[in-house]
């Protein structure tokens, strides 16, 4: 099954490092091993909540877990398609 992170735009941009959704208690995470992950299935059951490219943007979990450098590239890899998670 394909797993996602989902990355909090607003707050990244405003700390300057990637911040993901966290789990439980914590609100938000810098850490990905403390971030919410969801499934394919749920994920596209709510798209506009966790993939809508204002607030969050959806990120396979393999390409966070691979990222070395500028997290910027995991938000900016593709253009946004609505409807589309990256």
């Known amino acids: 099954m394909i ?18 959704w966290g789990i439980g208690s914590e609100a938000n995470t810098t850490h ?12 596209n059951a709510a798209l ?3 993939d809508n490219g ?5 990120i ?3 390409k966070v877990q691979a990222i070395q450098g500028d ?7 593709t253009p946004y398609v609505k409807g589309e998670a990256a």
């Open 3 to 20: 797993h996602y992170h989902i990355i909090n735009l607003p707050e990244s941009k405003r700390r300057k490092q990637l911040v993901f």
């Open 48 to 50: 506009e909540r966790y």
């Open 60 to 62: 396979l979990t393999d």
């Open 32 to 43: 990905p091993a403390r971030a919410l992950i969801v499934n394919e299935d749920h994920l």
């Open 71 to 77: 997290w910027q590239q995991l938000t900016d890899m």
């Open 54 to 58: 204002a607030t969050t943007r959806a």
